[in-house]
């Protein structure tokens, strides 16, 4: 069997801005169970293993709940990355699912994430904005941040909403257990994950002159991540993962600059002249960068859909016992 060649990709050579919280959204492990190895033959194990995935990939969330109190910020930022990896899972084994109940959980998922979206742009924006600035810039970044401290959620809103987004995931994990049929087939698997590897393909393309696209290319690209842990023993997947956790980085530097602009553009009436020569620097940046990560993904991003499915597919499949190693000799007797 033939492993698919993987690019490596090389990030910018720009450092990027200190992250915001100490643990970055990155494509890191999805389960922190170790079920055992996952014959993907078998299609009942395959279902025990997506499910155990959903319940690893929400564990973070019932934890960040506990920390609202003393941890906003970071509690708000670890209960959208469980959901949107939870929203992976589901795209990963779509067409398992009845479609009434495929729709609605998703739907579900993605209303919860995006309640916590306001809060989590405007810390994220002001963090970032203070670390790019220069010294002759630092003193109008620190007031355009200011200035968007007036739109701060309280603390006990914050709490609230992640309360709300922490139980709408929990209820779609078991909305998920209970339409998921007995078996779920390698087959299935590799449809859903060709399926994520399309759209973000598709917004690679769109991303050129598209800022909404390049959210997009992220996302699909996070999700693919997402998608490829749960088939963390096929090496075609861990390869594919690696390229796309590097790429992750050169597309995170991408979209930090879009958030800085609409920023900046919001709140950089407090002090115009400031406003205008960050946005000057921070468009500069954005479109370097955007090029930087389109050339560097473009081997990543070259195989069909169709193809990476099948390369998956044969990967996933069982090794016929003529293809196994040989049994090795018995020792000679009184040896």
Not at 48 to 54: I, K, S, Y
Not at 127 to 156: F, Y
């Amino acid at each position: 069997m033939t492993t698919p060649t993987v690019p490596t990709l090389v990030p910018p050579p720009s450092p990027r801005a200190p992250e915001a919280y100490p643990e970055h959204d990155k494509l890191g492990p999805l389960a922190t169970r170790a079920p055992g190895p996952v014959s993907f033959d078998d299609g009942a194990a395959v279902r025990a293993h997506v499910l155990a995935a959903v319940h690893d990939a929400l564990e973070p969330a019932r934890v960040a709940r506990t920390r609202i109190a003393t941890d906003p910020g970071g509690s708000v930022h670890e209960v959208r990355k469980a959901i949107r990896r939870t929203r992976a899972i589901v795209d990963l084994v779509a067409s398992a699912l009845p479609r009434r109940e495929r729709r609605d959980i998703r739907d579900a998922l993605r209303e919860a994430r995006r309640t916590l979206g306001p809060s989590r742009d405007l810390t994220v924006a002001s963090k970032l904005l203070l670390a790019i600035a220069d010294d002759d810039q630092a003193a109008g970044a620190a007031a355009i941040a200011a200035a968007a401290q007036a739109d701060a959620p309280p603390a006990s809103a914050i709490a609230e909403d992640v309360d709300r987004a922490v139980d709408v995931a929990l209820a779609q994990a078991d909305a998920i257990a209970a339409a998921l049929p007995d078996e779920i087939s390698a087959k299935m698997l590799g449809r859903g994950l060709a399926a994520t590897y399309r759209q973000a393909r598709d917004a690679r393309r769109k991303a050129k002159r598209s800022d909404r696209a390049v959210h997009r290319w992220r996302r699909r690209n996070k999700e693919l991540g997402y998608q490829l842990a749960l088939l963390a023993e096929v090496p075609a997947a861990a390869e594919l993962r690696e390229a796309l956790t590097t790429l992750d980085d050169a597309l995170g530097e991408v979209v930090d600059r879009l958030l800085l602009t609409e920023f900046v553009g919001l709140y950089g009436a407090s002090d115009p002249s400031a406003g205008a020569a960050l946005l000057t620097r921070i468009h500069d940046e954005l479109d370097d960068r955007r090029d930087q990560a389109r050339r560097a993904s473009r081997e990543l991003y070259a195989v069909r859909p169709r193809k990476l499915r099948r390369r998956l597919r044969r990967a996933m499949a069982p090794v016929p016992v003529d293809d196994r190693a040989p049994e090795p000799a018995a020792a000679p007797a009184g040896t």
